[in-house]
């Protein structure tokens, strides 16, 4: 028997997350990941999916801290990063420069200390590199904001406001980590071979990198400009359907009902809907699509997935395409970094088999 893709072939235990299709639930560390999202700060989660339970008052402090103290990049990464090539995609930079950390101070067993600096230093290395691909000067990063507002300040050279630091924030918990998806899979299979964190995280950024995975953010994202006002909203999708394609940000593989993701994300958009014209458009979007998603395909319980709040959100905060799948990396390496520490506990090389259907030349 070939498993194709490895589809529905359970390949490890993990007590990191869970995530249910058929409720629509997507659990971390034993709570709802969407209650978490709309409740909590970055750095708290963060925490939580690191080390398995929420920490105290002064286990978040020093983990704030040592968060800040590591956003600051080394100059010699910011020399890569200004030498690098200008045809190299976002994720491709951000790659390339989470590799330049691999000196041999990282090795097997990957420890917590690693897996904070990266997670720190993830945000810089896109921020930077954006700038520079905009024709701007870097920001520095401030050690006295929060992990999402440091980001957006790098990014924009400007404090967001409270709804929009919210509402990243929201978007950034709950893209930190999703089960046994392929990115993931890629960092466990590296650290499986005895190698090291950096090794590990630059073969989830190689694979996150795929549209397949990382997401399509900019056809969400196309789809509600092409539609630009809510009265052409029904005609456009009504065309689509009616020419048998299919409506961007709506169905998932594993969900079907809400992604509980894109339930959370909803309620953080629709906060900023009222002085926002593009989230007031995907909200008259995704409630016309759902209706004709239901006439034209009844019964496929086809709901909207995350990636269509998370494009309106994006858009909402002025995020460009490019920024998508960097963000969508910045928060997953939380993610990643769990999941490294948990493979290396308790290790066994990935190995699978392959069948051969070549030919037997040889008797
Ligand atoms: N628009 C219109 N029809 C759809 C859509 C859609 N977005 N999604 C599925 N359908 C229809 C299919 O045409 C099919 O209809 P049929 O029974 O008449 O042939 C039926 O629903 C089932 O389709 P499958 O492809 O078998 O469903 P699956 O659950 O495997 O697909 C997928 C999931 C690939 C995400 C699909 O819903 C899709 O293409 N959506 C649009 C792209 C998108 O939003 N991708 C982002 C996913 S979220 C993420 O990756 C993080």
């Not at 930077?128 to 440091?150: A, C």
């Not at 404090?159 to 392929?182: D, S």
Request: hydrophobic share 40%; glycine share 6%.
């Amino acid at each position: 028997m070939v498993y194709h893709g490895l589809k529905g072939v359970t390949c490890v235990e993990t007590a990191i997350s869970r995530i249910d299709g058929e409720k629509g639930k997507l659990i971390y560390r034993g709570y709802n990941a969407d209650q978490l999202a709309l409740a909590s700060t970055f750095e708290e989660i963060a925490y939580l999916i690191l080390n398995g339970v929420f920490p105290n008052e002064d286990e978040l402090q020093t983990f704030k801290e040592m968060l800040a103290s590591f956003r600051v990049l080394p100059e010699s990464a910011e020399k890569l990063i200004a030498s690098l090539p200008s045809a190299l995609d976002d994720m491709a930079a951000l790659r390339t420069v989470v590799s330049s950390f691999g000196d041999i101070t990282y090795r097997f067993r990957p420890t917590m200390a690693e897996a904070v600096r990266l997670i720190a230093v993830a945000p810089t290395i896109i921020a930077f590199r954006k700038r520079l691909m905009d024709g701007k000067e870097p920001v520095q990063p401030l050690s006295e904001l929060g992990f999402v507002e440091n980001y957006f300040y790098m990014l924009k050279g400007k404090r967001p406001t409270e709804a929009q630091m919210k509402a990243l924030e929201t978007y950034m918990i709950l893209a930190m980590e999703h089960g046994m998806n392929a990115s993931t899979f890629s960092a466990r299979v590296t650290v499986s071979t005895e190698s090291d964190l950096v090794s590990a995280v630059t073969s989830a950024l190689g694979t996150m990198k795929g549209p397949l995975h990382g997401g399509a953010p900019s056809a969400v994202t196309g789809m509600l400009e092409d539609i630009g006002e809510k009265c052409r909203a029904e005609s456009y999708l009504r065309a689509k359907l009616e020419k048998g394609e299919r409506l961007m940000g709506f169905g998932h593989r594993v969900y079907k009902t809400h992604d509980p993701r894109a339930k959370a994300l909803r309620i953080k958009a629709e906060e900023i809907a009222g002085d926002d014209r593009d989230i007031d458009l995907a909200l008259h979007v995704e409630n016309t699509a759902i209706r004709l998603l239901e006439e034209y395909k009844p019964g496929r319980k086809l709901y909207t997935n995350v990636e269509f709040y998370a494009a309106a959100v994006m858009k909402a905060i002025d995020f460009d395409a490019s920024l998508f799948t960097p963000t969508f990396s910045a928060a997953r390496m939380v993610g990643w970094c769990a999941h490294v520490l948990e493979q290396a506990g308790d290790n066994m090389i990935f190995r699978p088999s392959a069948k051969y259907i070549g030919e037997m030349v040889s008797q």
